[in-house]
């Protein structure tokens, strides 16, 4: 994983998420964010945003490839038993791929001042493994900690005034039991855009979607009696002119004026979850073309010397993922015995960088099948040229690999009959209104292949001229009735300028309309 440069990351998030940059995101966010490395145990620091650096005071230099956990909890115990279930929801996210909600207080890197509600997310590639994994969080000091969770809040006071009144994040407090909204701050006015008297009278559901009610007040169960810090969840927020705003939602039971109340910070993840979301459709919409496309993704990593293959793959070669060992001989031994040797060699060139891999070959599944495979490959090289990965695709052509080898049979059979026969074969595509003729055409008639045309006018002008009209007329009487079949016997033009009598019948072929597209008929020689 430490191999790879910013560029690669940045390069990565950009080509995953085009209109909603996901890495503008990141590094713009307020809240300390970082982009790690899914190298567990060691989570190592890819990038920090500069929230990031600008809380933890150090340069961005001295922590990146840094582990994640040396750099937040310097001392390495940061109260041992909280660590270590940081630690399992780190390896969670590895497992579940799903995103996952911690809370660092202590000895953190910001001990003196913050605690974190973080999220960690995984971000995941085209083959759906974790890429990155993105640690993103709101910090709160323990001042407004202490204002949040006390038993008397002053309202006049100039904490107040400070951390809720002016804070630049929507604050609400609202009565515990009736859920009706007490006091707003500044933020939630400019956001939500209704003024402070319609807002004293909502209660929370008001401004809340009917489908997310029934949640938001299963997320208030239970919480009564319950001290510090609550992560409530993602909801989403009306405004006023009917937005729908997605909200981080977390908060702190007090007393406000003698009531059970409730004070919520709101982070607008928008635009956050949104990215997130296209991220996850893109991903979806990969998988399905792969699978309807019947193409898959491997990487050979020249550094750890393993070879991967993504779901498709598997498909493709029929095995099971979870038995069969991805390796190099093991595929070797699926390849048709016939191609190995050119598939080889295929290898070998664009391995050592003289051309890329553009490779047709069959391989054998474990029931005997044959398939037909088409791959493509490219070497994969660093900044100083030295060669560090070897990546492509693989499609299943088999149902097209096999029609086109029974068309060129076809055709084969077709020229064969031409050459053994002393008929004029020829054939009148009507898509592309042209004539095919057969090899026996030139030896019957004298023509040499150079001279013979395949325009429809090239027949007709060589018709006697007294019987042209008459012969033309009645082809196109069959081809617009509903005949299938048309013959006809008339004088014929050969290249030394004599005519000779021919008897010329065709079948003709229609579509499902009863259109015809196709004609297909000997000329022969009766003189």
């Known amino acids: 994983f430490r191999f790879r440069s910013r560029f690669a990351i940045t390069s990565f998030l950009i080509e995953m998420i085009s209109q909603e940059n996901l890495f503008g995101i990141f590094k713009l966010s307020t809240g300390p964010s970082l982009i790690l490395f899914p190298d567990a145990p060691d989570f190592t620091i890819a990038e920090a945003n500069m929230a990031f650096i600008k809380c933890a005071n150090l340069e961005e230099e001295t922590i990146r490839e840094k582990s994640f956990f040396n750099v937040l909890f310097k001392s390495g115990n940061a109260h041992n038993h909280s660590l270590s279930l940081i630690r399992e929801e780190f390896e969670k996210v590895l497992s579940t791929k799903e995103p996952r909600k911690i809370i660092i207080k202590g000895n953190s890197l910001f001990r003196e001042k913050k605690a974190f509600n973080a999220v960690i997310t995984p971000l995941l590639s085209g083959d759906n493994n974790i890429e990155y994994i993105l640690f993103s969080g709101l910090f709160y000091t323990q001042e407004e900690n202490s204002i949040m969770a006390g038993s008397a809040f002053d309202h ?66 239970n919480r009564k009696e319950e001290n510090g810090f609550i992560c409530f969840g993602l909801f989403t927020h009306l405004a ?33 979850e949104n990215a997130i979301k296209h991220l996850r459709s893109n991903e979806k919409k990969l998988l399905a073309a792969q699978e309807i496309g019947k193409i898959g993704y491997w990487k050979y990593d020249m550094l750890n010397e393993s070879l991967f293959w993504s779901e498709e793959v598997y498909k493709i070669w029929e095995v099971d993922k979870e038995t069969f060992v991805v390796a190099y001989p093991t595929f070797f031994q699926s390849i048709h015995p016939d191609d190995l040797v050119l598939f080889k060699q295929a290898r070998d060139f664009a391995l050592k960088g003289e051309k890329e891999m553009d490779f047709e070959f069959r391989i054998v599944t474990s029931d005997g099948t044959e398939k037909w495979i088409h791959e493509k490959g490219k070497l994969v090289k660093n900044k100083v040229g030295k060669p560090v990965s070897f990546e492509g695709t693989v499609q299943d052509i088999t149902e097209a690999k096999l029609l086109k080898l029974s068309l060129e049979e076809s055709n084969q059979r077709y020229e064969y009959v031409g050459k053994a026969t002393l008929d004029a074969i020829w054939d009148w595509d009507y898509s592309s209104n042209k004539i095919y003729w057969g090899e026996g055409f030139a030896a019957a008639f004298g023509y040499d292949r150079e001279s013979i045309s395949m325009k429809p006018d090239f027949w007709l002008e060589n018709i006697h001229p007294d019987e042209r009209e008459i012969v033309n007329k009645g082809l196109l009487k069959a081809v617009n009735g509903t005949d299938n079949s048309w013959s006809a016997e008339y004088r014929y033009q050969r290249f030394d300028k004599k005519y000779v009598y021919v008897y010329d019948r065709a079948v003709i072929i229609r579509d499902k309309e009863g259109k015809a597209i196709r004609m297909v008929g000997a000329m022969r020689d009766i003189s």
């Open 156 to 221: 006049s006071g100039s904490q107040y005034n400070t951390l809720f009144k002016f804070s630049p994040l929507p604050k609400f407090i609202y009565d515990l039991e009736t859920l009706q909204i007490l006091d707003v701050n500044e933020m939630v006015l400019k956001k939500y855009q209704y003024t402070r008297e319609e807002f004293l009278k909502f209660r929370l559901p008001d401004f809340r979607p009917e489908d997310e009610v029934e949640e938001m007040l299963a997320a208030h169960k």
């Open 240 to 272: 006023k002119d009917g937005t729908k705003m997605i909200m981080e939602v977390n908060g702190n039971n007090f007393s406000f004026h003698g009531r059970k109340a409730i004070m919520v910070v709101c982070v607008d993840v928008t635009e956050k």
